[in-house]
């Protein structure tokens, strides 16, 4: 779908809470296909572009996630393989002499990612880790659920964090700026 490709090209951190979204729509639909091109439609309907592509599309990614028997948990392998390549650059990043301004952000989050971790989020690396914060922050917003203006500044820190991170990704892949050693 466009709107996937041009998201993942624009900010690979937006790309991704936009899959783990697409991967929850699929299993609330139950894999269903009629049900999937409804609520696809409906979501998406004036980001699909081409209604039918965007469509094919979903139905694609239901498929691969049958296929990765992703039916109750879990990401599918090309998401999970760009969370590791951020979490991989992220690494690089704090370690470079010249990264301080991504370090201080790292710095600033670093606390909450401590605290989520506290409270039994389990994920295998701080990019997956503040991802499914943010994520599941909005996931809160959209049940209604109000949160403390500490989780929403929490929520800043993270995306602050995810947000550079995917703006050096976006730079390294341009060209624009040499990966760090």
């Known amino acids: 779908m466009e709107y ?3 998201l993942k090209q624009k900010s690979l951190y937006e790309y991704l809470l936009f899959m783990y979204q697409v991967e929850d729509i699929i299993r609330a639909c139950s894999f269903d296909r009629a049900i999937i091109t409804k609520v696809a439609v409906d979501r998406f309907g004036s980001r699909m572009g081409d209604i039918s592509e965007g469509t094919a599309w979903f139905l694609a990614m239901a498929d691969l996630m049958e296929e ?3 039916q ?3 990401h599918l392998q090309h998401v999970q393989n760009l969370v590791n390549d951020l979490f991989q650059l992220h690494l690089r990043l704090s370690r470079a002499p010249k990264e301080g301004e991504y370090q201080s952000l790292y710095y600033e989050a ?3 990612l401590v605290e989520l971790r506290r409270r039994g989020v389990e994920e295998s690396n701080v990019v997956e ?3 499914v914060g943010v994520y599941g922050v909005w996931l809160l917003g959209l049940k209604g659920v ?3 203006a500490e989780t929403k500044q929490a929520v800043e820190v993270l995306t602050r964090l995810l947000a550079s991170l995917s703006d050096i ?3 390294i ?3 624009e700026k040499e990966l760090p050693e």
Do not use: D
Request: net charge neutral.
């Open 72 to 74: 109750q948990i879990g």
């Open 129 to 131: 880790l503040a991802l």
């Open 4 to 6: 996937a490709r041009q």
């Open 110 to 112: 670093e606390s909450v």
């Open 68 to 70: 990765e028997r992703l």
């Open 146 to 148: 109000s949160v403390s």
């Open 169 to 171: 990704n976006s730079k």
């Open 173 to 175: 892949e341009s060209g």
